[in-house]
């Protein structure tokens, strides 16, 4: 980012605290990931006491982002307060509809606005940025619906932008891969299950911990289908005898690399 990039970064964090500011008391969406990361710490340095946050623990996380997410609030003393959600016991959710989304995001904040009222009445805000606005993300009503606001997207902060001033903030997460929920690895129709997410973390597992930290394992039926970024093809390939022994007991019949890529969303409709 040059500087003409970083000063337009700047100015727009600078309106994203006179925005916090305005909100008075407000609780954040926090899931660990690079914007609700960084919207958390602008948030608490500009409202202290009044800036509280909440994280949703359920089986549409891995038990990996839990950790990390956990580690991130004791890290940096944030005040959040832990909600178990279970999520699939949402009929709509388990059924997995195209507007999935939306109907897990509003459970999930519906959750939180009741919780905000029982609390102290603060209002909810949450990490969407300017740049998911050019993905599939029927979530989004949801939040409109709740009232739920979106401080970064207001300000017109970028995903590379919320990444560079989260490296200025000292933010361990400024270069954290996206993640996304569970969910998004079955295609929509599949009907969810807690086995089917607990396989596939457990896939994803393997592959964070043989180096492949940006990677999704796709579930079409009996087939497991990888994306990692193109560069690790070779590598992946001389692997692959301990990559497909591992998935196979998790009950795949077949395992196969994706030619494509790593791609977010890509079981998105086009």
Avoid at 237 to 249: D, G, P, R, S
Wanted: aromatic share 6%; proline share 3%.
């Amino acid at each position: 980012m040059d500087n003409i990039q970083l000063e337009e970064a700047k100015e727009k964090e600078i309106q994203l605290i006179k925005r916090l500011k305005s909100l008075k008391q407000v609780l954040v969406a926090f899931s660990g990931g690079v914007d609700s990361t960084y919207l958390l710490a602008a948030a608490q340095e500009s409202l202290g006491e009044n800036c509280k946050a909440v994280f949703a623990r359920g089986p549409m996380i891995s038990l990996e982002e839990e950790k990390e997410a956990l580690a991130l609030i004791e890290l940096h003393n944030f005040q959040v307060d832990i909600l178990d959600i279970d999520i699939l016991a949402l009929e709509e959710f388990r059924n997995n509809p195209p507007n999935r989304c939306y109907y897990c995001k509003k459970r999930l904040f519906q959750t939180f606005v009741e919780y905000a009222k029982l609390l102290d009445n603060s209002i909810v805000i949450e990490g969407t940025n300017a740049s998911d606005t050019q993905d599939y993300r029927p979530g989004r009503i949801a939040l409109q619906e709740l009232g739920v606001i979106s401080p970064l997207q207001e300000v017109g902060l970028t995903k590379a932008e919320i990444r560079t001033l989260s490296k200025r903030r000292q933010l361990s997460t400024w270069n954290k891969p996206s993640m996304a929920c569970l969910a998004s690895r079955i295609p929509y129709g599949d009907s969810i299950t807690i086995d089917l997410l607990q396989r596939i973390e457990q896939a994803e597992a393997l592959l964070h911990e043989k180096g492949y930290i940006e990677c999704r394992v796709r579930v079409h039926g009996e087939i497991a289908r990888i994306e990692i970024p193109i560069e690790y093809f070779s590598r992946l390939v001389q692997e692959h005898t301990e990559i497909t022994t591992h998935l196979l007991k998790l009950g795949f019949r077949f395992v196969t690399l994706d030619l494509m890529g790593l791609r977010s969303g890509s079981l998105n409709p086009a």
